[in-house]
């Protein structure tokens, strides 16, 4: 508390303090009046003491209550002031971070989203003084308004009440942008009144509730806003997590069941723990592992990432059932979303495979080798055959369809690899005939995709290739200077391998590439063929994170497919004509089961799987495309009079000095 005279104080307090005093030592004039007994007077009696002037001063309340007002009054005068924050914006945006390393439990028993809410809470109580309007959005791998702008801050604290802790990502492109959109033409809400858009007005004051933990803020401006974090909401960065998963069957004993997965230490020591392997909720093996410091020590010259990272290979172990594999940390930590991994592993069996061809001695021998049961037919014997031969229920009766040079529109739902040819399907074609005149024009493919496992495409030489026209989505897994030659595409409910170039020339007379004389060729199509089936091996690493929808194979357009979340709330989903159905909502990191799909029901596994969300120490280097966004509070310090009140309890305590007195007369 300041005060704008300070001097006036001492002046007003000398001129009225010391007279009152006075006037309760000096002797009392009073008229003598002859009385025959002094029995009823003791009143007045105990008065008479102070007829001498200068005796000891008494304990008196009305003095003491009068003694009060004047010094109120004299602070009154000094014009006290009462600096508090206050932020010069109108429009205030709050944005609360609740991805997964929020969960992070802090020291005094909160979460960082629970700390976080009650400091937006507080920032809450300016909108209505220093703000006009405030709005609330609350984002992970996704940004959700959760109250549009209003003067009603009882409405902005309910929503910020309502927001809940996710497993998600943290990504805040959506976040910015919804809040930029709303901004610009900003709708006000009040009660009883219809929302109505007002003119733009200064920029707004976004404020920024996170960790700093932010995967996508170095790619992002800001256009309208100005923003400031508020980060003091996180302190402890003590954390172990796994980052990977993988689960395969044994190629030729596919009974036997392989678990590997890689363990990282994000905190500041040297930690020793066991991983667990359970499957179907059975344990199966632990292995024990130690791993260096996540975090460089601040003196530490030759510090060695690497070693905070450790793979784990389990011991193989017989499983002939579908079920869940379930990795386990068992060493607590600041964050136990991360502290667990989920695969879906599917019983050992046969796969169909239907191949579709004119005569190709190669892709016979090459599928015979693998664990399929491989059925041919002649392009017109394809076209021709009935549909019950074909799908059952609107989907394919195979795991897997290869058509060699054959196009087709008579694709129901399911996995085809089109080899030298493309699907009669809208954003589908093959442009023109490109010649191949290096020995091989392959320069980038995607190395560690499973279905180039093994597979070195320097080796392949192959006379020409077609250009591939492909909707947006296609991903290309080999590539050469004009194109794409193999791509993976997921389009209307159906999944696509597609190869740019056929094994023979367009008269199948001569071969057109090498590639069938090589070892890794039989390699490949076993790779294609149990990755379009997903039959022998489960690669969930970074598959299914928390935000990534579900695609869910249903046998009935229209029908409902209910959806159980790993906390055991249920909900469902529609399904479209595609004879799936997409769920979104898959914000907790655990293992997703739907009914009424085919076969029953199906289980999915989401999993957190990402270093920048583990990596839980508060981010003290927090930047918004490129520029450094500093830890700052979001207001600034203001003078507030305060000399109102003194005044008014000077007046308040003058009425209760009035009371005493009166109160004294009539006794």
């Known amino acids: 508390m300041n005060f704008v005279t300070p ?4 002046i007003a307090a000398a001129l009225t303090v010391p007279p009152l005093v006075a006037l309760y030592f000096l002797k009392l004039r009073r008229q003598e009046v002859p009385i025959s007994s002094t029995f009823f007077w003791k009143r007045a009696v105990q008065d008479l003491q102070v007829n001498a002037p200068f005796q000891r001063l008494r304990r008196n309340l009305l003095m003491l209550l009068q003694l009060l007002v004047l010094l109120l009054a004299a602070v009154a005068l000094g014009q006290p002031l009462l600096r508090q924050e206050q932020s010069d914006k109108k429009s205030l945006i709050l944005l609360i971070d609740r991805s997964a390393s929020m969960n992070v439990v802090e020291p005094d028993g909160r979460t960082r989203l629970e700390r976080a809410k009650a400091a937006a809470l507080m920032t809450v109580e300016q909108v209505g003084t220093e703000f006009d309007r405030g709005m609330v959005i609350a984002f992970s791998d996704s940004a959700k308004m959760m109250a549009p702008f209003t003067g009603n801050r009882t409405q902005l604290e309910q929503a910020i009440n309502r927001i809940e802790p996710s497993d998600g990502l ?4 959506e976040a910015i942008g919804l809040a930029e959109a709303h901004s610009q033409t900003q709708i006000v809400e009040a009660e009883g009144i219809p929302a109505t858009p007002v003119p733009t007005g200064p920029a707004a004051l976004a404020v920024l509730f996170s960790d700093g933990r932010i995967e996508d803020a170095g790619q992002l401006t800001l256009q309208r806003m100005s923003l400031q ?7 402890n960065n003590d954390n172990v997590a796994i980052v990977t998963l993988t689960a395969s069957r044994h190629y030729e004993r596919p009974e036997l069941l392989t678990v590997f997965s890689t363990v990282q230490n994000f905190g500041p020591g040297e930690v020793a723990l066991d991983v667990e392997l359970f499957i179907a909720g059975e344990p199966r093996d632990i292995q024990s592992i130690t791993l260096e410091p996540g975090i460089a020590p601040t003196d530490a010259e030759d510090y060695d990432a690497t070693k905070a990272l450790r793979d784990v290979a389990f011991d193989e172990v017989e499983f002939f059932d579908s079920g869940v594999i379930e990795v386990r940390l068992s ?15 599917e019983p050992p069996r046969n796969v169909k495979v239907l191949l579709v061809t004119p005569g190709n001695f190669h892709f016979r021998e090459a599928l015979s080798e693998g664990p399929f049961q491989l059925t041919i037919m002649s392009p017109d014997d394809y076209e021709n055959a009935p549909e019950a031969e074909l799908s059952e229920g609107g989907r394919a009766r195979h795991d897997v369809v290869v058509f060699d040079t054959h196009t087709t529109a008579r694709l129901p739902t399911g996995s085809y690899f089109f080899f030298g040819s493309v699907p009669t399907v809208e954003g589908f074609g093959m442009g023109e005939k490109v010649q191949a005149f290096t020995p091989s024009p392959i320069f980038d493919w995607d190395e560690g995709h499973p279905i180039l496992r093994y597979i070195n495409p320097d080796n392949i030489d192959f006379a020409s290739y077609r250009k591939l026209i492909l909707p947006d989505n296609a991903e290309s897994l080999i590539s050469a200077y004009e194109g794409p030659l193999l791509s993976l595409v997921s389009h209307g409910g159906n999944r696509y391998l597609i190869c740019a170039f056929g094994l023979f020339d367009e008269n199948r007379e001569m071969y057109n590439t090498n ?10 199509m076993l790779n294609a063929v149990q990755y379009l089936s997903g039959s022998l091996a489960v690669q969930i690493e970074a598959k299914t994170r928390p ?18 979340r790993p906390d055991g709330t249920t909900e469902t989903a529609i399904v479209g004509s595609s004879r799936t159905a997409h769920y979104g909502r898959t914000d907790l990191v655990g293992v997703y089961s739907a009914s009424l799909t085919v076969g029953g029901s199906t289980s999915y596994a989401v999993n957190l799987f990402s270093p920048s969300e583990s990596r839980i120490q508060p981010n003290a280097d927090f930047t918004i495309g490129g ?10 310090m203001a003078n507030v009079p305060l000399w109102p009140w003194f005044l008014l309890v000077a007046l308040a305590f003058l009425f209760l000095e009035w009371a005493v007195y009166s109160k004294r007369i009539f006794v």
């Open 627 to 636: 520029e450094a966004v500093q830890s700052k509070s979001s207001t600034r």
């Open 331 to 345: 060493r607590k930590d600041d964050l136990p979303t991360d502290n667990q991994a989920f695969a879906i592993i």
């Open 229 to 235: 974090i508020v980060r003091d909401i996180a302190v």
């Open 547 to 564: 935000g990534d929808p579900l695609t869910i194979k249903a046998t009935k357009v229209g029908s409902e497919v209910t959806v159980t």
């Open 170 to 173: 943290s990504n805040l492109k």
């Open 515 to 524: 590639w069938p004389l090589r070892l890794s060729f039989p390699i490949f």
């Open 7 to 10: 001097g006036v104080i001492a």
